[in-house]
């Protein structure tokens, strides 16, 4: 093999995050597929280092019968491994050192990673939101991510500040549509752990009104969403218009579920009605935003421009 020690450690760094995708998502798998050379490695490292993270909260190491004090203790470990290897470009963690790797070269800033971890540490201590809270976690759960695939996406590339505003506007609210769909889709797994995210709703008591009107909120993130995939690069379009295809589909299914069935089960969308839909998009996709990107290319591998104060909530 060639290449120096620290290419090596790289290589098996992002092989790892690349199987920890293969072995726990399929929809955004699905979609990380369409993304298009070293784009999809980045957000594929991105992937791994938020897995990793949702595994200590209420994953493997809940399992392993690690209690929730000790499971901040870990999560505050993995955040200090993570912001340190984004300064000097090397983990023991493979999962860290992909992702260092990808914030490095891509211009993911710490305030990006600070308030994920953030709401992580929520999911151990919080248990009923508040309007107030339930925003902060939104916004660090699952925004940021969004804001941090975006960072992925315009490597090379210059964006106009106004332009580049209304970008971080879409992926806050793509991230946003996620979290909250799922949410509700595993609101009745959510109860048995003894945590309520959408404040004021009561599981045992959902209606069909409070349904729609969750619903509805879902769907205008993915309308803002929806109306900058244009003017995001050819690289990335396909993948972003799938994800939301998935998640629009996943809140159209919810829309017609009876509030019972929907505490009660798990509504999900079938493996090919996913693979249509994907498809679909590729073909939507290849039509869009075709003069948006013309002539914007910059030097290869430059992180793109950002706002002052772009990472932090509105």
Request: net charge neutral; aromatic share 6%; hydrophobic share 45%.
């Amino acid at each position: 093999m060639s290449g120096s020690v620290l290419e090596r450690h790289e290589l098996a760094s992002l092989r790892a995050s690349r199987q920890v995708i293969r072995t726990y998502s399929t929809s955004f798998s699905l979609a990380a597929r369409l993304l298009r050379g070293q784009v999809r490695d980045d957000v594929v490292s991105v992937y791994g280092l938020v897995r990793l993270a949702d595994e200590v909260v209420d994953g493997a190491a809940e399992e392993a019968g690690i209690g929730p004090r000790r499971r901040r203790d870990v999560l505050d470990d993995l955040e200090h491994q993570a912001l340190d290897a984004m300064v000097t470009g090397y983990s023991t963690n493979p999962i860290v050192q992909a992702f260092a790797d990808t914030a490095r070269r891509t211009g993911i800033e710490p305030e990006l990673v600070r308030p994920f971890f953030a709401s992580m540490r929520a999911d151990l201590t919080v248990r009923w939101h508040t309007p107030e809270s339930f925003s902060e976690y939104v916004y660090g759960s699952a925004e940021v991510v969004g804001l941090m695939c975006l960072r992925c996406f315009l490597v090379g590339h210059d964006v106009p500040a106004a332009e580049l505003r209304r970008l971080e506007g879409g992926a806050r609210a793509l991230g946003s549509a996620f979290q909250k769909v799922n949410f509700l889709r595993d609101l009745g797994d959510d109860t048995q752990l003894g945590r309520r995210y959408f404040p004021g709703v009561d599981p045992a008591h959902l209606d069909v009104a409070t349904r729609d009107v969750l619903v509805a909120d879902v769907r205008a993130d993915l309308a803002r969403a929806l109306d900058v995939v244009p003017a995001l690069p050819g690289s990335s379009r396909a993948a972003v218009l799938a994800t939301h295809d998935l998640f629009a589909e996943l809140a159209r299914r919810l829309a017609v579920t009876d509030p019972v069935d929907i505490v009660s089960g798990r509504v999900r969308v079938p493996d090919p009605v996913k693979a249509a839909l994907v498809a679909r998009s590729v073909v939507r996709a290849s039509w869009a935003g075709r003069a948006t990107w013309a002539g914007r290319a910059t030097a290869p591998g430059r992180p793109a421009g950002r706002l002052p104060g772009s990472g932090a909530a509105a």
